[in-house]
């Protein structure tokens, strides 16, 4: 059917709009006739890598196009996505856009009130869900979504007794579509034909950590011309490269390389089964590179050293020798100071019979470059990082300006700075010492949100709301947001960012939340990390039993301050952290205390624990918490978890 | 379900089942049956004789008296591989797989009466039989798609939680294509959210493909929301038979557990 479509003369004036290739629709039909039957897509289903190519990549578009033409999906409709990542989110998404529809991604761990309100105001007629578990979310929120007309279904498994009016499979919406593309040959080429760059191809929910989260709006334009100008300065990347796409769809980093690289440049991405195998799948496939939020490389860096912590005497020697030599060679080059050929040669060695192996084991051998997105990334794991021999670079940008704005260049790797802009992008930093810029990607405004645009977008800048400044060489230096500087009583400036990426970077310390605004001395609220602190109690013989009672043993809390103390004897003594708790909860984006990519929601962390706050610097001793637990039964029960608030004088 | 077709041949029938173990009588003169696409539960308090009956049907027991045909086949004399092969499969009490295997091969290992190939063709895997193996290899992997088990596809069973080794035995079950399925309380020692899966793949496998199932169980919740209907046995008699809602206020099902223990007859009353 597609051959059909492909094969036809087009009239010239839509040859002739095709060719622009200014929407994400135009480059697909180019690169189906492109590539062919080049691969695509890899999805791992029943233990095997299926390969989907771009011919029928375009064919499951055009089908999914045509399906929501029968639903009756106008130009400028939005369709909102959840799921885990599949193909099938592609065609739709895609399959929107080529009919002049938006995509809309939503996080697949966002709570069903939650959701139905974003739903509702991003006033979609049409929902893609991929499995039960988020239909359930949307059909006990039904009244609560009286424009939802539509939820397209991908994975019926388990609704065999669903017999709701508004739910389609996907199968069905396909074979909807080809029909009605059977009547209408001409239709799906005459439909993307009438895009234009300047439409709205997506809506990308941007992680407030303040308010309420906004839903920014990028044009193709946007998109494409933010994946060209990425390209300009990373020209590296060929059609022969891998990539895996296990971030959420909803994810702006997600957008930028699985669908907007992934049309301008041709290479595979790849799908792992479940979200539980991605690791394993990450390393049968060995990627490229890879695009991810600093809490990944904080997993796999907490991974390593607590296997090696694990690990016999000599083992744990050999170790220390090849990270002490790594952390030598990264320290020179970033200091911008020849390494001598003894230390290189050693490194060699280091790297063959070491690094190498040790990155394998976490699947990144192939890997040419691997960027930090989203929350900046401490140098301490720069260091280790960089000095296995991974070219980990940061990259800063908001989703209001498509996701990248500033990235390192490679041989000018300093960690302490995001880099320099990309190709046709401006930056600088206001006399108040916030971070501005401008590009051609720099987003529409915010739907339906006229203030916050106007907030964001001055004279074609956008406004990050971001404390920074540039360093000599012209890279970025970020210090923090703006509302998340803490200034303290004496008057003095914190970026509390700086000090909790040092804090956490022990496998034993989850989270941290550094506090001090308009206080003496700086104070932090500590999440344990519970597999890691769980096994190094275990392995001392420390009985506990959950996570609330481990987080308050006194070993656990004398470990805890020892390490703050080392992290202390690296500070300026302004910056030290001169009492903290071990929280007996962990942050969690389902209490609001993070967003869905694990920021820190700090203005909600200081409502929620106000009153801990006040007994940490009233001097007391210990506090007693309040908290209400619902069992699985339903049954309700009120906790009383005593803290104690352990204080820190200079060493 | 069943009383709905009293014209439709059962799958199974059993007929005055009597099984002693010198001089102790495990199950006695029990009679039922199973129709098509239905799923019975057995309840009873400990040594009532529940699991006897499920060892009678796939012939691990012979009964010394009594007559068990399945699908028009008298079964009651057929060694357990010949039931097998008409497609009777169960899972165990306790865990019954190969330990030191991995999940894949534990599945696989359910694949093996379907296996056609003489051994030294499947040993060369050439032609046919590696088009057999391939086939194999493909239910093998329905089976954990449907069960959930993607990530733990290459560990060796010993490894796993006692709720994944359940899972693991219901899939080797499922790997012979079985026409009945007898679950010798296949939730036992699950964590809360484990049952609610299991209680969705027998629900499903009831739905979508009108399994016919033999459950024990002894929690009354999922006997009483699963089950179509329910035979309470007592010292190897039947002593109710019918829906959950009956069997639930029945006096001699409650006079049997409060014999036993004044815990569970409350558990039988509230359903729970």
Redesign the interface.
């Known amino acids: 059917m597609s051959a059909q479509v492909l094969i036809q003369e087009p009239a010239p004036a839509i040859a002739a709009s095709l060719a622009a290739l200014d929407t994400f629709p135009k480059r697909l039909v180019h690169n189906a006739e492109r590539f062919g039957e080049r691969v695509a897509f890899r999805e791992k289903e029943f233990g095997i890598w299926q390969e989907i190519t771009w011919r029928e990549y375009l064919e499951h578009v055009q089908a999914c196009a045509g399906g929501l033409l029968a639903l009756g999906m106008r130009r400028g409709e939005v369709i909102v996505l959840i799921g885990d990542n599949r193909p099938e989110l592609y065609y739709v998404a895609m399959g929107a856009q080529a009919i002049g529809g938006i995509s809309c991604g939503m996080y697949q761990d966002t709570l069903a009130e939650q959701l139905a309100e974003l739903i509702d105001f991003a006033d979609a007629r049409f929902v893609f869900c991929e499995d039960q578990e988020q239909v359930d979310k949307i059909l006990a929120q039904e009244e609560r979504l009286p424009k939802v007309e539509r939820i397209i279904v991908e994975d019926w498994r388990g609704m065999w007794r669903y017999r709701h009016p508004k739910l389609l499979s996907f199968r069905d919406l396909e074979a909807m579509g080809r029909d009605l593309l059977r009547r209408e040959p001409d239709r799906f080429l005459s439909e993307v034909a009438k895009g234009r760059g300047d439409d709205v191809a997506i809506f990308c929910l941007t992680s407030g950590t303040t308010s309420l989260p906004k839903l920014a709006m990028l044009s193709h334009r946007n998109l494409l011309a933010q994946g060209e100008n990425f390209l300009a300065v990373e020209p590296h990347i060929s059609p022969q490269d891998e990539f895996v796409s296990f971030l959420p769809f909803a994810w702006i980093g997600e957008q930028m390389i699985s669908y907007t690289l992934h049309q301008i440049v041709g290479f595979t991405v790849n799908f792992p089964e479940e979200p539980e195998t991605v690791q394993r799948d990450f390393r049968e496939i060995g990627p490229h590179f890879m695009f991810a939020p600093a809490r990944i490389y904080e997993g796999i860096h907490s991974a390593v050293t607590v296997r090696m912590l694990d690990a016999g005497w000599i083992r744990r020697r050999i170790y220390e020798a090849a990270m002490r030599i790594a952390g030598r060679v990264v320290d020179l080059e970033a200091a911008g100071q020849p390494v001598p050929w003894w230390l290189r040669l050693l490194w060699k060695v280091a790297y063959w019979t070491f690094y190498r192996p040790l990155l394998d084991k976490v699947g990144l051998v192939r890997m040419r470059v691997a960027w930090n997105g989203g929350a900046s990334l401490g140098p301490d794991y720069f260091r280790f990082f960089r000095g296995l021999g991974l070219n980990l670079k940061q990259i800063y940008g908001q989703t209001e300006i498509a996701g990248i704005s500033c990235v390192h260049r490679d041989g000018q790797v300093r960690f302490w700075t995001m880099g320099s802009p990309i190709a046709n992008t401006e930056i600088r930093v206001t006399e108040e010492g916030e971070i501005i810029s401008r590009s051609p990607s720099v987003f529409l405004g915010y739907y339906k949100n006229p203030e916050a645009t106007a907030r964001a977008l001055r004279d074609g800048w956008l406004y990050s709301g971001d404390t920074g400044a540039l360093d000599p060489s012209g890279d970025v230096i970020l210090f923090d947001r703006t509302d998340d500087m803490l200034t303290l009583a004496d008057g003095s400036r914190v970026p509390p960012r700086v000090v909790e990426d040092m804090l956490k970077f022990t496998p034993y310390i989850a989270q941290a939340m550094v506090l001090g605004e308009g206080r003496p001395y700086l104070a932090a609220i500590l999440n344990i990390d519970f597999h890691n602190v769980g096994k190094w109690a275990e392995d001392r013989g420390i009985p506990y039993t959950s996570y609330m009672d481990l987080s308050q043993r006194p070993e656990v809390l004398d470990l805890l301050e020892r390490l703050v103390r080392e992290t202390n004897a690296r500070l300026q003594p302004g910056w030290r952290v001169r009492a903290f708790v071990s929280l007996y909860k962990e942050f969690h984006p389902d209490d609001d205390e993070l967003t869905r990519t694990r920021k820190l929601r700090r203005r909600h962390i200081l409502n929620r624990y106000r009153d801990l706050v006040e007994a940490i610097y009233a001097g007391a001793e210990r506090f007693q918490a309040t908290v209400t637990v619902r069992y699985e039964d339903g049954r309700e029960a009120t906790l009383h978890p005593v803290m104690e608030i352990r204080r820190l004088r200079d060493p | 379900m069943g009383q709905e077709f009293p014209l439709v041949e059962a799958v199974l029938s059993v007929r005055g089942l009597t099984l002693r173990f010198a001089g102790v009588v495990a199950v006695d003169g029990l009679s039922f049956t199973l129709q098509a696409g239905e799923l019975l539960g057995i309840i009873g308090p400990n040594g009532a004789g529940k699991t006897s009956v499920l060892n009678c049907i796939n012939g691990f027991y012979h009964p010394q008296s009594g007559r068990i045909t399945f699908m028009g086949h008298d079964i009651t004399h057929m060694p357990p591989h010949r039931r097998a092969s008409l497609g009777i499969a169960r899972t165990f009490q306790n865990i019954a797989l190969y330990p030191h295997m991995t999940v894949l091969a534990n599945i696989l290992s359910g694949r093996l009466i379907h296996m056609r190939r003489p051994l030294l063709q499947c040993g060369l895997y050439w032609g046919l039989a590696e088009r057999e193996v391939l086939s194999h290899r493909?239910r093998v992997?329905?089976i954990?798609?449907?069960l959930?088990i993607?990530?733990y596809?290459d560990h060796r069973v010993a490894e796993l939680p006692y709720g994944i080794q359940k899972k693991v035995e219901l899939g080797r079950a499922l790997a012979m294509e079985p026409r009945l399925l007898l679950l010798d309380e296949p939730m036992a020692g699950m964590t809360?959210?484990e049952k609610l899966d299991m209680a969705?793949y027998i629900l499903?496998l009831r739905?979508?493909r009108g399994l016919p199932m033999i459950l024990i169980e002894h929690d009354m919740g999922v006997v009483m929301d699963l089950c179509d209907r329910l035979i309470a046995m007592d010292y190897g008699r039947k002593i109710a038979e019918g829906p959950p809602q009956e069997i639930q206020s029945h006096p001699d099902v409650i006079r049997a557990y409060l014999g036993e223990e004044h815990g569970l007859a409350e558990e039988v009353a509230s359903g729970r």
């Open positions: 493909k992997e329905e954990i798609d449907f959930e993607e990530a596809r809360v959210e969705r499903e739905e979508v």
